[in-house]
């Protein structure tokens, strides 16, 4: 009787960087006795089966430093229902509070503050308080500059398309500011958008934000009440974000991935995309290449 394989190990490499091999996936699979592979990507992707819950450090390994991301996902219920996504540093590329800080003359001040708050080193609440406060009197045709530089992380709107052609609700989430989110959201096509909102008095920012701040704690009552809105269980959703703001609602969701997270996040979340692009994220639900959608 064939064995009963509860566990999949996906490999998905950085296109840019190098090419998933057969030697690779061999590797990985000796050390997690793994099941015949499938591809998924050619040069790219990858999975295979287990029986017991592998090794992510053992499978990092035996990949002996080549840029290839090892996730592992439960066999069953693997395609999510629920997307909830961190903006900063995940969906787009940069940090869109240090690019208004650029504008201001204040990058390197308010980006060591920023570093130092999506690493768990200072109260987020208080940290983004004192950030916005120097932005006082920064006038709000900066945010449109800010807004111009902005760039989609590759493989987000893949992401986020692919996931609802397939039924998934999917929300960006973010400890910034509305007036980015939402743009990004239409950009992406996210179902839902939330965030802090800047004030300003209709030409400047006041250097003031409005109550509550949206922190690691309302990030996960996000994921759980868009659970209930749509009506799955916390094991069919999926949460994705570097910072530590994000670690509550990613420990929580049935699969949290740590996307080129921050040393205290990719200390305690055992999925980690360290190389590849978020279409990594696919990858993990069994999604092959061919299914892949833009929106």
């Known amino acids: 009787m064939a064995r009963f394989m509860a566990h999949f190990v996906t490999l998905v490499a950085a296109r840019e960087a190098t090419t998933l091999t057969q030697s690779a996936i061999d590797r990985v699979r000796h050390v997690t006795q793994g099941g015949p592979p499938v591809i998924l990507s050619p040069g790219e992707a990858a999975e295979f089966q287990t029986t017991d819950a592998p090794d992510l450090a053992k499978a990092r390994a035996a990949l002996e430093g080549e840029a290839v991301d090892v996730l592992a996902t439960r066999a069953r219920g693997r395609r999510r229902g629920l997307l909830v996504a961190d903006m900063d540093s995940t969906i787009v590329t940069g940090e869109t ?49 800010s807004w111009a530089r902005t760039r989609l992380t590759p493989g987000a709107a893949t992401l986020v398309a692919t996931m609802r052609r397939h039924g998934a609700m999917t929300a ?85 991935v740590a996307y080129r997270a921050k040393p205290v996040v990719a ?29």
């Open 97 to 145: 509070l240090d690019d208004l800080a650029d504008e201001a003359g204040l990058g390197e001040v308010i980006a060591a503050i920023t570093r130092r708050s999506m690493n768990g080193e200072f109260d987020f609440p208080q940290a983004l308080r004192e950030r916005v406060a120097m932005l006082k009197g920064l006038e709000l045709a900066a945010l449109e500059r």
């Open 172 to 256: 960006l989430v973010s400890g910034g500011f509305t007036y980015f989110t939402g743009r990004v959201a239409a950009l992406c096509g996210f179902d839902h958008h939330r965030a802090n909102t800047l004030l300003d008095d209709g030409t400047a920012l006041t250097g003031e934000v409005a109550e509550p701040i949206l922190d690691r704690d309302a990030k996960l009552a996000t994921l759980r009440e868009l659970a209930e809105l749509r009506g799955v269980k916390m094991s069919a959703t999926l949460a994705v974000g570097d910072g530590a703001n994000d670690l509550a609602m990613l420990k929580e969701a049935g699969l949290g």
């Open 267 to 295: 200390a305690e979340v055992a999925n980690r995309v360290d190389h590849a692009d978020l279409r990594a994220l696919l990858f993990a639900q069994g999604y092959p290449a061919e299914v892949f959608v833009d929106n």
